[in-house]
């Protein structure tokens, strides 16, 4: 019996030793996490002054709110917005403190016109790049 649990107790160890503990298969998540990423659409002018009949509404800004998870104050983020297959990356600079929530609007999505009956487009974001207080990075394609 005690040949066996040696033999069970070196077997693994020895499979231990080719997965060390120190290899990460995955990468770190953002320590900013999104929340809430939408643009809100109203209505556009009448068609007439004495009619109350609209045919085109308008995006407004994109907002984005979201927390810092990690144990640094951060300075910059750098967003990746994808809406109907058009990219665009958008940075908030400012001190973004662990757990504190922040909920900014961005002009850059604000204005266009779409017929009153089109679908309403949401973007999807996610984040690309942050820069820490203490000068430290991370970045979405860090390995």
């Known amino acids: 019996m005690r040949r066996f649990l040696f033999t069970a107790i070196a077997a693994a160890a020895g499979f231990a030793a080719?997965?060390?503990?120190?290899i990460s298969l995955a990468k770190p998540a953002s320590p900013i996490q999104i929340d809430y990423c939408h643009i809100?659409?109203?209505r556009g002018p009448n068609v007439a002054p004495s009619a109350?009949?609209?045919l085109t509404k308008s995006s407004?800004?994109?907002?984005?709110?979201f927390v810092n998870e990690g144990d640094k104050v951060a300075t910059t983020v750098r967003f990746g917005v994808n809406i109907e297959d058009e990219m665009a990356s958008i940075?908030?600079?400012g001190s973004f403190s662990p757990g504190v929530t922040?909920?900014?609007?961005?002009?850059?999505?604000s204005g266009r016109t779409k017929f009153i009956?089109?679908?309403e487009p949401q973007p999807k974001c996610t984040v690309q790049y942050i820069k820490f207080a203490d000068g430290t990075t991370?970045?979405?394609?860090?390995?």
Request: proline share 5%; glycine share 6%; charged share 25%.
């Open 91 to 93: 940075r908030d600079v």
């Open 138 to 143: 991370w970045s979405a394609g860090e390995e």
């Open 40 to 42: 809100d659409y109203t």
């Open 102 to 109: 922040i909920h900014h609007k961005f002009q850059d999505f």
């Open 18 to 22: 080719l997965f060390p503990a120190s």
């Open 117 to 119: 009956f089109a679908h």
């Open 60 to 65: 407004g800004p994109l907002e984005i709110k």
């Open 52 to 54: 109350n009949i609209s």
